[in-house]
């Protein structure tokens, strides 16, 4: 079956812009969660997502936001970007209930660079 | 809150030796356990997870740990590393409470020599 789509896979914007990062999870799954990963601060979790609530939020800024549509799928956003948001933004999907009986499934992310 | 200590940024180590990646971990509540590990340009594959019962844990690609509640610690083994084994690896951990929230520790990249 298909694993955790995430698109684009690349992606260049400038300062103050923002930008919205998509990703779909694997088929049945009902949880979401993103990270975020740089060399610095390596793998910091963003938030997560079940049957459209979130659940939980890392300790980022409110410019950093997220979405869960019906059919599971989650987006996140962030605007007025700044240089330091550059970072590979993961996805990671599982079944939800009990999430950690069932092990995380992780998307090849999305490489954000602002220049 | 829960925090995980990798204790070897970097291993370096020959073909067909064994390996052993070093993860420590702290909290005051029960944990789950996990290793992840990241080739170039990719995102994070499970190599196991310890969730509860023996604590011996055996994963994908012949990799081992074993959790030790009383030292804290959930070390990844190999009896012998192949050169596809280089990449970087990520001990986590997760609380019942804490949804869908892993925390990673900085991670160890293993370099396999020929």
């Known amino acids: 079956k298909a694993g955790v789509t995430q698109t684009p896979r690349y992606l260049i914007k400038t300062r103050g812009q923002q930008v919205t990062l998509s990703c779909s999870p694997i088929?049945?799954?009902?949880?979401v969660s993103w990270y975020q990963q740089t060399p610095g601060q390596g793998l910091q979790f963003l938030f997560e997502?079940?049957?459209?609530?979130?659940?939980n939020k890392g300790n980022f800024p409110g410019r950093f936001s997220g979405r869960q549509f019906s059919n599971s799928r989650s987006e996140m956003n962030v605007s007025t970007l700044e240089l330091g948001d550059s970072a590979l933004y993961l996805c990671?999907?599982?079944?939800?209930?009990?999430?950690?009986?069932?092990?995380?499934?992780f998307g090849s992310g999305t490489r954000l660079t602002v220049v | 809150a829960q925090s995980v200590t990798q204790l070897d940024s970097q291993v370096p180590v020959f073909e067909e030796a064994p390996v052993e990646l070093r993860c420590n971990y702290s909290?005051?509540?029960?944990?789950?356990l996990f290793w992840y590990v990241q080739y170039p340009n990719q995102g994070l594959q499970l190599l196991l997870k310890?969730?509860?019962?023996?604590?011996l844990v055996k994963g994908i690609n012949g990799f081992e740990a074993e959790f030790n509640k009383s030292q804290t610690s959930f070390h990844l083994r190999k009896p012998s590393v192949h050169i596809s084994d280089t990449a970087e690896y990520f001990c986590?951990?997760?609380?019942?409470?804490?949804?869908?929230?892993?925390?990673f520790g900085q991670g160890t990249i293993l370099t396999v020599h020929p």
């Open positions: 990671a999907s599982s079944l939800g209930q009990g999430a950690a009986n069932y092990g995380y499934t």
């Open positions: 088929s049945g799954h009902r949880s």
């Open positions: 997502y079940f049957s459209e609530t979130q659940r």
């Open positions: 909290s005051s509540v029960s944990v789950y």
């Open positions: 310890y969730l509860s019962g023996s604590t």
């Open positions: 986590a951990v997760q609380t019942g409470a804490s949804y869908g929230k892993l925390t």
